[in-house]
């Protein structure tokens, strides 16, 4: 049995039966039962997979731009599930980022909108659950930058004392400097512009979506955008905060974490994972990335390591699963108990 728990003030836990852009190749998963637990900071799920046990290790989940926690729910319980043979009990703890999905109704995650702000969300969040801090950071896209700057965070004691740097982070297909405009196709600014352009609630998902392919965007990409809408009477409005979203969109393409990467603090392994079909690489970063790949070391720095998913674009949770649980499980089960 696991245990699947979504956190917000007031609303009743629901368990989905079925996921975003999840394949139904996935491993056979055990049952997940729901509870519900108030918050007054961040919304996150939690899944774990023996429920009467406590857990050893956490690793927190971090969605990309527009996303939400519970994009990454179908992964999330299949990396669990592939870790329920090791010593550890592991949980995982699904973020839903500033300005996405149920936070986006929280109170109190006050502008600027930005990277800084998103990390530092994630610090506030552990400190008033009480909680130690996760030992597995892990983050896709704008989430990866949200990974790096909280890991940043921690190495300064921005959180405080109790919020410690994490074992392992793993960025998603983020690249880790500033993103420049002409290194970059522009679909993402073109759909934050398409999407500031409509007007707050729209009649339909189906309209939108009809009305996304009508611009030229792809059905892949128009159907997602579709997933991002919730009832608001007889319409649909957006399950995010559009502008304050847009801020982080711009937050992450100004901030560069080259110096961390060159730098990584001492007992930190960050993994770099590029997914081979992606778009948003060139080949001087990919190079550069892969010369600060380190060997094992004398312990007294940090360690970086660069993975690439094969048969895989920007979406790597979902273009290959299965590859991305290979390369991530056993860096995870070589933490001990």
């Given amino acids: ?19 975003l852009n999840s394949p139904s190749s996935l491993l056979t998963l055990p049952y997940y039962s729901t509870s519900k637990r108030s918050l007054r900071t961040l919304a996150y799920e939690e899944i774990q997979a023996n429920p009467n046990k406590p857990y050893t290790h956490t690793a927190f989940i971090l969605h ?75 983050g896709h896209s704008m989430g990866g930058k949200v990974a790096l700057q909280f890991a940043k965070g921690c190495g300064n004691r921005d959180y405080g004392e109790n919020v410690k740097l994490p074992k392992q982070l793993w960025v998603l297909d983020s690249v880790p400097g500033e993103v420049i405009s002409d290194n970059s196709d522009g679909e993402v600014e073109k759909v934050l512009q398409t ?34 809408l919730k009832k608001a009477g007889g319409e649909e409005t957006w399950a995010f905060n559009l502008e304050g979203a847009a801020q982080m969109f711009h937050s992450y393409r100004e901030l560069s974490y080259w110096s961390l990467l060159e730098h990584p603090p001492k007992g930190l392994e960050i993994s770099i994972v590029r997914a081979e079909k992606s778009d948003r ?36 949770h979902v273009d290959n699963p299965k590859g991305l649980l290979e390369i991530m499980a056993p860096k995870l089960k070589s933490l001990m108990p």
């Fill in 1 to 19: 049995m696991a245990r699947l728990i979504r956190n917000k003030q007031g609303i009743p836990s629901t368990l989905l039966t079925r996921f």
């Fill in 64 to 138: 990309g731009l527009l996303g939400s926690a519970r994009n990454w729910r179908s992964f999330s319980r299949t990396l669990v599930s592939s870790l329920s043979d090791s010593p550890s009990e592991w949980r995982m703890v699904l973020v839903d980022l500033r300005n996405h999905g149920k936070s986006a109704e929280m109170e109190g995650l006050d502008p600027p909108h930005d990277l800084v702000n998103a990390a530092k969300d994630l610090g506030n969040l552990i400190n008033s659950k009480g909680w130690e801090s996760p030992d597995v950071v892990i």
């Fill in 195 to 228: 999407l500031q352009s409509l007007p707050s609630t729209v009649p339909s998902r189906k309209w939108l979506v009809n009305h996304m392919l009508d611009l030229g965007f792809s059905k892949s990409l128009s159907e997602w955008i579709g997933t991002n």
């Fill in 281 to 316: 690489w060139d080949a001087d970063v990919i190079t550069r990335l892969e010369s600060l790949a380190s060997p094992e070391g004398d312990g007294s720095a940090g360690k970086i390591s660069v993975h690439v998913l094969p048969s895989s674009g920007h979406w790597v």
